[in-house]
């Protein structure tokens, strides 16, 4: 077993701190294109997903005539994802996607892509649907966003084990040589700050709503192998008891408020949900 890395971020800020961090740094523009449908893989008690198809789809956008303005403001989406200035990211593409013409143009998936990924990172999966119910159908049926709109309906879902899966394949998706290379490196540091701030507060879930919890049932809820979520939740100040393969997450607090109440009961009642899709 390797040494305990670092806990994982625990503030809005640090949140940030992490999405910043894993955005790769800028590289030369070259033409876009937008490759095969990702597909959701079932939980690890269950049947494998189907290979991913190898059809590819057509270029983001043609660069040969003027440039559409979500073009123009995919570099500031872009460098507000880098520096992990999400809100400022939200308000720009949210002004960018309403304001500008010719909503029907593939290009338009350099501000709404970033922009549900974003909503996704912070938690709001409301607006997310929103920002995915405004594409025409032609662009809803490019592979990339369909396989966004799998991704969402998991987190809302609360189905953990696809979610970890279908950001993997998400990320393998647009990481294919022929895909556009900015927006595939966008996307790919985007999920994995996505991931981690997703792992992070069902990790915060699952220690309000246990006293303990078996090794195997934390795999699927963090979709990490038992060594990985040993690393994991060790550092993070939860017990791992060897002989039994059971975590025992930190000590509450003795203080108790209706707040606390209502917390710790809106936790067993996700948990209970999320406990039925992982047995589904």
Same mark, same amino acid.
């Given at each position: ?13 640090? $949140? ?27 939980? =690890? ?13 057509? @270029?983001? =956008? ?7 303005? +979500? ?5 500031? $989406?872009?460098? /507000? ?18 304001? @500008? ?7 338009? /998936? +350099? ?5 549900? &990924? ?16 405004? &594409? ?19 987190? #809302?879902?609360?189905? +953990? ?5 279908? @950001? ?11 895909? *556009? ?6 996307? @790919?540091?985007?999920? %994995?700050?996505?991931? *981690? ?14 006293? #303990? $919890? ?6 699927? !809820? &963090?979709?990490? %192998? ?18 039994? !393969? ?23 009642? /996700? ?10």
């Amino acid at each position: 077993m390797t040494g305990p890395p670092t806990p994982p971020p625990s503030s809005a800020t640090e $949140i940030e701190d992490a999405a910043r961090a894993t955005l790769p740094p800028p590289q030369p523009v070259t033409e876009p294109a937008v490759a095969a449908e990702p597909v959701a893989a079932e939980p =690890a008690a269950a049947a494998a997903a189907p290979p991913l198809p190898e059809q590819v789809a057509p @270029a983001v =956008a043609s660069q040969t005539a003027q440039k559409t303005s +979500y073009e123009l403001l995919f570099p500031s $989406i872009t460098e /507000l994802a880098r520096s992990g200035s999400l809100q400022d990211l939200i308000e720009v593409a949210e002004r960018g996607d309403l304001s @500008a013409e010719n909503d029907r143009h593939q290009s338009r /998936l +350099y501000l709404v892509v970033p922009l549900v &990924l974003v909503y996704l990172i912070v938690d709001r999966n409301a607006p997310a649907f929103h920002a995915l119910s405004r &594409l025409p159908d032609n662009l809803s049926a490019f592979p990339l966003v369909k396989g966004l709109a799998s991704l969402l309906a998991s987190v #809302s879902e609360r189905k +953990y084990v696809h979610v970890y899966t279908r @950001a993997e394949q998400l990320r393998a998706f647009v990481s294919q040589p022929d895909f *556009d290379a900015p927006l595939g490196q966008l996307v @790919a540091g985007m999920l %994995t700050g996505f991931v *981690d701030a997703f792992r992070k507060r069902t990790l915060a879930l699952l220690a309000r709503a246990y006293t #303990s $919890i078996p090794l195997q049932l934390a795999q699927g !809820y &963090l979709g990490l %192998t038992a060594e990985q979520v040993v690393d994991l939740v060790v550092p993070a100040g939860w017990d791992f008891h060897e002989t039994t !393969y059971v975590l025992t997450p930190p000590k509450r607090s003795t203080s108790f408020s209706r707040d606390s109440a209502s917390s710790t009961l809106y936790a067993l009642n /996700l948990v209970a949900e999320a406990t039925a899709n992982l047995e589904a």
